[in-house]
């Protein structure tokens, strides 16, 4: 057995032994418990039927994303900076990212997304301690709470559960996850390249948006760790892939290039026709 083998096998073990005391400390969490359990409205509540999950990556600027103004899309982050949102009119906005509630990522952004994006129903990580701007969203709106962080590994199974934390290192995992909890059975994923950080290495932009690179003078050890991630990264997309490959739920990368070959590719063109 090579020796990168035994590593995985060992640390597949101990994120599974991970997963499992997260879903005791989150059992013990009532508050969280409480927030979570509004989302088993959401279960089985598109069944059968398609969506596209679009990340930010700079390759939708090249794709006609006005093609899905009809259709069931899921977005994120400062998806409302693209020049189409009003014509996309997105179903789910996804706001994941932990920058929100340190306050890297301005609170005012919620107020950008309602007006951009009055018909999408916002996500937001119900695991973490926010503004208080973002409760009196919640009062004023309505907004369903969401708790990733369960590490996915190969042959992870814990149960695809939004009354429940679910598995997801990135927002685009957890949407997709939420996707196939609302039932979900053809989902088309685009704008992950799956090159960002190599991007912003290079002093590139890693998103469809003009933005300073994050990581262009990441020291050594910064860039070690990271790079780390995006291996774990792609490893958790292999075992997403391998858990619904042979499930009524199907998969499939639209995103133009990229480097997310996991997934059986479709031209978003050829998809909407």
């Not at 409205?41 to 930010?56: D, P, S, T, V, W």
């Not at 997105?90 to 706001?95: A, H, I, L, R």
């Not at 929100?100 to 609170?107: R, V």
Request: glycine fraction near 10%; hydrophobic fraction near 35%; charge should be positive.
């Amino acid at each position: 057995m090579k020796k990168l083998d035994v590593k995985y096998k060992f640390e597949d073990v101990v994120y599974a032994l991970y997963n499992k005391a997260a879903g005791v400390k989150d059992f013990l969490d009532g508050d969280l418990r409480k927030k979570l359990a509004k989302n088993s409205a959401l279960r089985g509540l598109q069944e059968g039927k398609r969506c596209f999950i679009i990340g930010n990556g700079p390759s939708i600027r090249e794709q006609p994303l006005h093609l899905l103004r009809d259709e069931q899309t899921f977005v994120c982050n400062y998806f409302f900076k693209h020049e189409n949102i009003r014509e996309i009119n997105p179903k789910y906005y996804f706001v994941i990212d932990g920058k929100l509630s340190t306050g890297e990522w301005p609170i005012s952004m919620l107020a950008e997304i309602q007006e951009h994006c009055p018909n999408a129903s916002l996500f937001l990580d119900g695991a973490q301690k926010h503004k208080p701007e973002a409760y009196e969203y919640d009062r004023k709106f309505g907004v369903h709470w969401v708790a990733g962080g369960r590490i996915i590994h190969p042959g992870y199974g814990f149960p695809i559960d939004l009354t429940r934390r679910i598995g997801g290192d990135n927002v685009v995992k957890i949407a997709l996850h939420a996707s196939i909890y609302m039932g979900f059975k053809e989902i088309y994923i685009l704008g992950v390249d799956g090159d960002g950080l190599f991007r912003d290495l290079l002093g590139q932009s890693s998103h469809f948006y003009a933005a300073p690179p994050e990581n262009a003078t990441m020291d050594y050890r910064r860039m070690e760790l990271d790079l780390w991630h995006c291996t774990e990264g792609f490893r958790s997309w292999r075992a997403i892939a391998e858990r619904f490959d042979h499930s009524p739920v199907r998969i499939y990368n639209a995103t133009r290039g990229g480097l997310l070959n996991i997934f059986p590719r479709r031209a978003l063109e050829d998809v909407i026709g």
